[in-house]
């Protein structure tokens, strides 16, 4: 499974790619609002920060003007993916770049229909939203699980299921089980997910016992 960081602030990019975890970062327009930077220079860094595709969105709604901001932002850096919005102007545009050999990320997708439009379309990733769905009482890994079992039944699609909107450990967990391919995880998410009361009650314990032995693996002979 892959790890993309859902953000757009450098410092929290910089401090998780140096993990060696990071395979991708994804941003959308309210995540570049947030950081009160500018969009394109903003992800000109990133993309120089992370080797692994960088998702930046459209912000039109037409067709023509989709095509071209996503060409603009492709030609930032190679490892661009634009991303375009799950609708007819937006498959569209995706359709297009995709047949351009340039990576697509279809996102604010919400059902397993819109999923098979977008593999249809050439998407390289397709952004299924489980805590927005969670929100509002729906089964966001339900999703999953659809659109996971869809795109198994016919080898010419290609598109990564990229689960989006996550909000706890346990949609990464599930989204492992139901085999998706890539989690884009907030930081704190990600961070959260090495974190076990009993490993730090054990390393305690561990580290105590060593101190008494008065030993020292760099210290000694
Ligand atoms: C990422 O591609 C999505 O835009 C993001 O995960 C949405 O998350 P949210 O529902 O927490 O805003």
Not at 56 to 68: G, P
Request: hydrophobic share 45%.
């Amino acid at each position: 499974m892959k790890f993309f960081v859902d953000t757009a602030d450098i410092a929290e990019i910089t401090e998780l790619n140096d993990t060696g975890l990071l395979d991708g970062v994804t941003t959308n327009p309210s995540l570049v609002a947030k950081t009160g930077k500018d969009f394109v220079a903003t992800v000109k860094e990133i993309c120089r920060l992370v080797k692994g595709p960088v998702s930046a969105e459209v912000t039109a709604t037409d067709h023509e003007t989709m095509l071209a901001e996503g060409r603009k932002l492709a030609g930032i850096a190679t490892n661009i993916a634009v991303k375009v919005p799950l609708t007819m102007d937006g498959l569209k545009t995706c359709k297009v770049l995709s047949d351009d050999g340039i990576m697509v990320n279809v996102t604010l997708c919400f059902s397993p229909a819109q999923a098979i439009l977008a593999a249809k379309a050439g998407a390289s990733f397709i952004s299924p939203f489980v805590g927005r769905l969670d929100d509002i009482g729906h089964d966001g890994m339900a999703l999953i699980a659809d659109i996971v079992q869809i795109y198994n039944n016919y080898s010419d699609f290609q598109t990564e299921v990229l689960v989006a909107s996550i909000r706890h450990p346990m949609h990464v967990i599930e989204a492992a089980k139901l085999g998706a391919d890539v989690c884009t995880v907030p930081p704190a998410v990600l961070k959260a997910l090495v974190k076990h009361p009993l490993t730090d009650k054990g390393l305690d314990a561990f580290l105590a016992d060593w101190k008494k032995t008065g030993q020292s693996i760099l210290g000694g002979n």
